[in-house]
């Protein structure tokens, strides 16, 4: 049932309702706390929220500063918690990625983060978050849906300077966009003469 | 006598609201294995009543599952629909009938506190009248239940005063829709949103309060359609309109007045629609005439650009919706305010089309099948007026009594807790509604209830209201009953029973019918399910305006629902009214009915001149009888906070997170500010959830529309000063802030601003 079919973000669609923190922390696996969450961007002044998932980087920075080698992709390119053996709660990954999705919950000396609902995806059925996402900000459906429903465009290249990154989730951007550009000085005519 | 028979803390300690985290047994307990059973029912929490499954192990609920082919929400969730089984297993669950004591409430047998309700209700019906009791019913009760009680209060206990907690939702909507369309149901099923050119969103916190709603309406903007948000708050919705309209509160029929005007000077209305189809056109159209956009912006504080755009914009538009909720209803005029929506949408045509409508967006769980059959004090099932000879004659017969037997209206929801407090009601059946905390100026509720000669309370956990009463019965959660629902699109659901009640607790309709019984009408009822309910209900709304004849529970699975009006056991129902152009009203046409505007019921002056306004947020449900117990759900809004613009901010010495007294003509509360832009500065909003000194119903007023007889919660008059520190509540320890999550080091830990965490 979800072969074929993708995660995309659309942060313009978010309410912050929290339903995909709230369904998160259902999770049978890490029982009670969410994986995921929501941000206000600016409450002062905007009602706007985002929420954010693990954006499974193909080449994922928290695996690659990860001191133990605790952190690992499986063979669908899902990067997973922490190895509870391994993890020795270091934060270099908090600290690393380039998305600000780990957490480091201290208590249990341990990184955790979103791993797609590798319990769910595994056995057919869509993540829980994007499932009961009411505002679709977060959706997993097939591409070709995407295409044809949404308005934006998914995006799965990000280039923070030099460094290019590329993800498994894609993020929804006006037509037109290709990558997202994160240094201003990829935006400066001087940079790029 | 019926003053609370323990302190706060006291009653608190026993009876909640505590806390609930976890499933049975914890994380990592016996209910984590696999579930029994999936059962695809619906969630209790609002009148999305989203298709759910419910986890099932031994006879407990411990958990849910998103069920995917219910066509409305097609698994999508809110938070309360998530956390929802939480409020199953709970410490706090009534387990038996209580008895009010010198020691406070004691347990006791069925059989003592029925046969005391029933002795009561006759001793103060003997020494004051049948119409001394009054009746009060619950919108989150299933239309089974909601058509019991009905019956109850005029066959078995006799009294003409029964109303019910819908009076607080869409009641204005309700009438200005029978008005106008001769029924009260949202004309159009949610798939025609995305069908739209044009969404107009009138007073509608749809992604706090209709969240499922928020996906229609984003559909529409992918297809390409234009979202208006008239609203005195930024809400989530607002952060894709096309176009914000700042309406001043009280001042939405104003608004609308002013969009018809400029459709109808810029010759935009649909003439072969209103020619051939309404009636009552051209007094309309004098109405506005003198709501040019210049006079409109000076009245509702919308620029008159942004009128004038409005107006094109849903007058040109081939297929326009216009959706509404509590934020134009709320009002002392809220028919007026819902009769100006619908004059707009008749005069464009928009009405009876796939995407073209005007749609209330109901709010409580069943708020529209608990409207339809006889907890109103005006109607009857079917949504008969009562007056109606025709329908006291066909309802008599299902009934088996006499027509003269069915008293005439009595009073409504606040009406009655008027004649309480002035001591014309002395005894009061409460069933799932908690009007301590739900209904305007809380004070004198407070004053009322302690005024009852006797007071019965039907509910599954110990509300803030039934701390005032004489005797609880213990009732049963919505998954823990079969029966029918209706959604705010019209649909007719199934409610599956999950699981039975726990301990001694019982169905409503089990202490609905040994209370009859015991007051001498055993033989009129005599259901042996809610089947048999559904069966009778069914034949005494056939041939109403609200016709259930041809549905069945098996229909309704098979069909995911039917829509209403279903008159025979073939008819498949009605997902789109008013197609062709045709009307409920006996001449078939639909009515324009003139809208005058006027003041409401508590004016801004120089003493109090600052807008409150109050509505929901997300993580709660109505009074918070159920979400207050829910951890993860209190956690996300743990206390009413101020809404507070930062140029009122400062003209007032208040900065962010200050705690503020708000003073208005009735009373005092402090709660803590926070400073945001997305609202008026003339305007502060509180939530209403809580109970005691965090209500905000306390400080709201009395005064009611004179037709739907819902109460202005949306427009009280204040007055803001800082507070010198916080206010009791906020350091005894109850404010819900849990401090029981792990410590986390990441973005979600250091970021700034979130809700719940001020």
Same mark, same amino acid.
């Given at each position: 049932?979800?072969?074929?079919?993708?995660?995309?973000?659309?942060?313009?669609?978010?309410?912050?309702?929290?339903?995909?923190?709230?369904?998160?922390?259902?999770?049978e696996t890490h029982r009670g706390f969410p994986m995921i969450?929501?941000?206000?961007?600016?409450?002062?002044?905007?009602?706007?929220?985002?929420?954010?998932?693990?954006?499974?980087?193909?080449?994922?920075?928290?695996?690659?500063?990860?001191?133990?080698?605790?952190?690992?992709?499986?063979?669908?390119?899902?990067?997973?918690?922490?190895?509870?053996?391994?993890?020795?709660?270091?934060?270099?990954?908090?600290?690393?990625?380039?998305?600000?999705?780990?957490?480091?919950?201290?208590?249990?000396?341990?990184?955790?983060?979103?791993?797609?609902?590798?319990?769910?995806?595994?056995?057919?059925?869509?993540?829980?978050?994007?499932?009961?996402?009411?505002?679709?900000?977060?959706?997993?459906?097939?591409?070709?849906?995407?295409?044809?429903?949404?308005?934006?465009?998914?995006?799965?290249?990000?280039?923070?300077?030099?460094?290019?990154?590329?993800?498994?989730?894609?993020?929804?951007?006006?037509?037109?966009?290709?990558?997202?550009?994160?240094?201003?000085?990829?935006?400066?005519?001087?940079?790029?003469? | 006598?019926?003053?609370?028979?323990?302190?706060?803390?006291?009653?608190?300690?026993?009876?909640?609201?505590?806390?609930?985290?976890?499933?049975?047994?914890? &994380?990592?307990?016996? /209910?984590?294995?696999?579930? =029994?059973?999936?059962?695809?029912?619906?969630?209790?929490?609002?009148?999305?009543? @989203?298709?759910?499954?419910?986890?099932?192990?031994?006879?407990?609920?411990?958990?849910?599952?998103?069920?995917?082919?219910?066509?409305?929400?097609?698994? *999508?969730?809110?938070?309360?629909?998530?956390?929802?089984?939480?409020?199953?297993?709970?410490?706090?669950?009534?387990?038996?009938?209580?008895?009010?004591?010198?020691?406070?409430?004691?347990? =006791?047998?069925?059989?003592?506190?029925?046969?005391?309700?029933?002795?009561?209700?006759?001793?103060?019906?003997?020494?004051?009248?049948?119409?001394?009791?009054?009746?009060?019913?619950?919108?989150?009760?299933?239309?089974?239940?909601?058509?019991?009680?009905?019956?109850?209060?005029?066959?078995?206990?006799? =009294?003409?005063?029964?109303?019910?907690?819908?009076?607080?939702? *869409?009641?204005?909507?309700?009438?200005?829709?029978?008005?106008?369309?001769?029924?009260?149901?949202?004309?159009?099923?949610?798939?025609?949103?995305?069908?739209?050119?044009?969404?107009?969103?009138?007073?509608?916190?749809?992604?706090?309060?209709?969240?499922?709603?928020?996906?229609?309406?984003?559909? @529409?903007?992918?297809?390409?359609?234009?979202?208006?948000?008239?609203?005195?708050?930024?809400?989530?919705?607002?952060?894709?309109a096309d176009l914000y309209l700042p309406v001043r509160p009280g001042c939405?029929?104003?608004?609308?007045?002013?969009?018809?005007?400029?459709?109808?000077?810029?010759?935009?209305?649909?003439?072969?629609?209103?020619?051939?189809?309404?009636?009552?056109?051209?007094?309309?159209?004098?109405? %506005?005439?003198?709501?040019?956009?210049?006079?409109?912006?000076?009245?509702?504080?919308?620029?008159?650009?942004?009128?004038?755009?409005?107006?094109?914009?849903?007058?040109?538009?081939?297929?326009?919706?216009?959706?509404?909720?509590?934020?134009?209803?709320?009002?002392?005029?809220?028919?007026?305010?819902?009769?100006?929506?619908?004059?707009?949408?008749?005069?464009?045509?928009?009405?009876?089309?796939?995407?073209?409508?005007? *749609? *209330?967006?109901?709010?409580?769980?069943?708020?529209?099948?608990?409207?339809?059959?006889?907890?109103?004090?005006?109607?009857?099932?079917?949504?008969?007026?009562?007056?109606?000879?025709?329908?006291?004659?066909?309802?008599?017969?299902?009934?088996?009594?006499?027509?003269?037997?069915?008293?005439?209206?009595?009073?409504?929801?606040?009406?009655?807790?008027?004649?309480?407090?002035?001591?014309?009601?002395?005894?009061?059946?409460?069933?799932?509604?908690?009007?301590?905390?739900?209904?305007?100026?809380?004070?004198?509720?407070?004053?009322?209830? /302690?005024?009852?000669?006797?007071?019965?309370?039907?509910?599954?956990?110990?509300?803030?209201?039934?701390?005032?009463?004489? %005797?609880?019965?213990?009732?049963?959660?919505?998954?823990?009953?079969?029966?029918?629902?209706?959604?705010?699109?019209?649909?007719?659901?199934?409610?599956?029973?999950?699981?039975?009640?726990?301990?001694?607790?019982?169905?409503?309709?089990?202490?609905?019918?040994?209370?009859?019984?015991?007051?001498?009408?055993? $033989?009129?009822?005599?259901?042996?399910?809610?089947?048999?309910?559904?069966?009778?209900?069914?034949?005494?709304?056939?041939?109403?305006?609200?016709?259930?004849?041809?549905?069945?529970?098996?229909?309704?699975?098979?069909?995911?629902?039917?829509?209403?009006?279903? +008159?025979?056991?073939?008819?498949?129902?009605?997902?789109?009214?008013?197609?062709?152009?045709?009307?409920?009203?006996?001449?078939?046409?639909?009515?324009? %009915?003139?809208?005058?505007?006027?003041?409401?019921?508590?004016?801004?002056?120089? $003493?109090?001149?600052?807008?409150?306004?109050?509505?929901?947020?997300?993580?709660?449900?109505?009074?918070?009888?159920?979400?207050?117990?829910?951890?993860?759900?209190?956690?996300?809004?743990?206390?009413?906070?101020?809404?507070?613009?930062?140029?009122?901010?400062?003209?007032?010495?208040?900065?962010?997170?200050?705690?503020?007294?708000?003073?208005?003509?009735?009373? =005092?509360?402090? %709660?803590?500010?926070?400073?945001?832009?997305?609202?008026? +500065?003339?305007?502060?909003?509180?939530?209403?959830? &809580?109970?005691?000194?965090?209500?905000?119903?306390?400080?709201?007023?009395?005064?009611?529309?004179?037709? /739907?007889?819902?109460?202005?919660?949306?427009? /009280?008059?204040?007055?803001?000063?800082?507070?010198?520190?916080?206010?009791?509540?906020?350091?005894?320890?109850?404010?819900?802030?849990?401090?029981?999550?792990?410590?986390?080091?990441?973005?979600?830990?250091?970021?700034?601003?979130?809700?719940?965490?001020?």
């Amino acid at each position: 049932m979800t072969a074929g079919l993708q995660f995309f973000i659309d942060p313009s669609r978010c309410i912050g309702c929290r339903s995909c923190e709230n369904a998160c922390a259902e999770c049978e696996t890490h029982r009670g706390f969410p994986m995921i969450h929501v941000d206000y961007i600016d409450r002062p002044n905007s009602i706007a929220t985002t929420p954010m998932v693990c954006m499974h980087c193909e080449n994922p920075t928290c695996a690659q500063v990860c001191p133990a080698d605790a952190i690992k992709q499986n063979e669908e390119g899902v990067v997973l918690s922490s190895l509870k053996p391994r993890c020795i709660a270091c934060s270099n990954c908090v600290l690393a990625c380039p998305f600000g999705v780990p957490k480091m919950l201290t208590a249990l000396e341990q990184m955790m983060k979103c791993d797609m609902c590798y319990d769910r995806t595994s056995i057919g059925k869509r993540p829980m978050c994007a499932t009961v996402c009411p505002s679709q900000a977060l959706a997993f459906v097939s591409p070709d849906e995407i295409a044809r429903q949404r308005r934006e465009v998914p995006v799965n290249t990000f280039r923070f300077g030099a460094e290019e990154v590329r993800t498994k989730v894609s993020m929804m951007a006006p037509r037109g966009v290709e990558a997202v550009e994160i240094d201003v000085v990829d935006y400066m005519w001087e940079a790029s003469s | 006598m019926s003053e609370p028979p323990l302190s706060p803390d006291e009653l608190r300690a026993r009876f909640g609201p505590n806390l609930n985290y976890t499933p049975p047994g914890g &994380w990592r307990g016996p /209910s984590r294995g696999v579930a =029994t059973r999936l059962v695809k029912t619906h969630c209790c929490f609002c009148g999305q009543q @989203c298709g759910i499954q419910l986890k099932v192990q031994d006879d407990k609920v411990v958990g849910f599952e998103p069920w995917e082919e219910f066509p409305f929400n097609r698994g *999508m969730l809110c938070p309360k629909g998530v956390r929802r089984y939480l409020q199953d297993n709970h410490p706090d669950r009534l387990l038996a009938p209580l008895l009010r004591t010198e020691r406070g409430f004691e347990e =006791t047998t069925w059989d003592t506190a029925m046969s005391l309700t029933a002795r009561r209700i006759r001793e103060v019906q003997e020494k004051y009248g049948k119409d001394a009791v009054a009746v009060y019913g619950g919108a989150s009760l299933t239309t089974e239940k909601a058509y019991l009680i009905g019956k109850l209060a005029r066959v078995a206990v006799g =009294t003409r005063h029964i109303d019910y907690n819908g009076r607080l939702c *869409m009641v204005s909507a309700g009438v200005a829709y029978k008005l106008a369309f001769g029924v009260d149901r949202s004309p159009n099923p949610w798939s025609d949103i995305p069908r739209a050119q044009v969404v107009m969103i009138l007073g509608a916190n749809i992604g706090e309060c209709a969240p499922i709603t928020t996906d229609y309406v984003w559909r @529409c903007r992918d297809a390409g359609g234009k979202i208006i948000v008239a609203d005195p708050r930024m809400t989530p919705i607002t952060r894709n309109a096309d176009l914000y309209l700042p309406v001043r509160p009280g001042c939405d029929a104003a608004l609308l007045m002013g969009m018809l005007h400029v459709v109808l000077r810029d010759k935009l209305e649909d003439r072969a629609f209103i020619d051939a189809h309404t009636l009552g056109f051209d007094e309309v159209a004098a109405s %506005v005439a003198s709501y040019d956009p210049l006079t409109t912006a000076r009245i509702t504080g919308v620029p008159p650009e942004a009128i004038e755009k409005a107006a094109h914009w849903f007058g040109e538009a081939e297929r326009a919706i216009a959706m509404h909720a509590r934020g134009i209803e709320h009002h002392s005029k809220g028919v007026e305010n819902c009769l100006a929506v619908i004059n707009l949408a008749l005069a464009t045509g928009n009405i009876g089309r796939e995407g073209a409508g005007c *749609m *209330m967006i109901t709010g409580q769980g069943n708020g529209q099948g608990g409207r339809e059959h006889g907890q109103k004090c005006d109607q009857l099932p079917g949504q008969r007026q009562i007056s109606d000879p025709a329908a006291r004659e066909h309802v008599a017969r299902v009934w088996r009594v006499a027509p003269e037997e069915i008293p005439q209206a009595g009073y409504s929801a606040v009406e009655i807790m008027n004649a309480i407090h002035r001591g014309e009601i002395k005894a009061l059946v409460c069933a799932c509604f908690n009007p301590l905390v739900s209904l305007p100026d809380a004070e004198f509720t407070r004053e009322a209830l /302690s005024k009852l000669e006797f007071f019965a309370v039907i509910d599954f956990f110990l509300s803030e209201t039934a701390h005032h009463a004489d %005797v609880v019965l213990a009732g049963s959660l919505q998954e823990e009953d079969e029966g029918v629902t209706c959604s705010a699109e019209g649909r007719v659901i199934h409610i599956q029973e999950a699981v039975p009640p726990p301990g001694q607790a019982r169905r409503e309709w089990q202490i609905y019918c040994d209370l009859a019984a015991r007051l001498g009408q055993a $033989e009129r009822f005599t259901y042996a399910s809610s089947r048999a309910i559904f069966d009778e209900l069914r034949e005494a709304s056939r041939g109403g305006i609200a016709d259930y004849y041809g549905i069945s529970y098996e229909k309704i699975d098979q069909q995911l629902g039917v829509f209403w009006p279903c +008159p025979s056991e073939d008819h498949p129902g009605t997902p789109r009214l008013f197609e062709g152009g045709r009307f409920f009203h006996a001449d078939g046409k639909a009515h324009f %009915v003139p809208v005058v505007d006027r003041p409401g019921g508590d004016p801004v002056s120089d $003493e109090f001149p600052i807008y409150l306004t109050t509505g929901r947020v997300v993580s709660q449900y109505l009074s918070g009888t159920q979400t207050r117990r829910i951890g993860p759900l209190v956690d996300q809004y743990p206390e009413p906070r101020l809404e507070i613009h930062p140029q009122l901010a400062e003209a007032q010495g208040i900065s962010d997170a200050d705690w503020v007294e708000v003073t208005t003509r009735r009373a =005092t509360m402090t %709660v803590r500010a926070q400073v945001v832009r997305t609202i008026r +500065p003339d305007t502060v909003f509180i939530p209403y959830h &809580w109970a005691g000194k965090r209500s905000v119903n306390r400080l709201t007023h009395r005064t009611i529309d004179p037709r /739907s007889k819902i109460p202005e919660f949306k427009v /009280s008059a204040a007055r803001l000063a800082r507070a010198a520190g916080p206010p009791p509540w906020a350091r005894d320890g109850t404010g819900g802030a849990s401090a029981r999550h792990l410590p986390v080091v990441g973005a979600a830990a250091a970021a700034p601003g979130r809700q719940g965490a001020p």
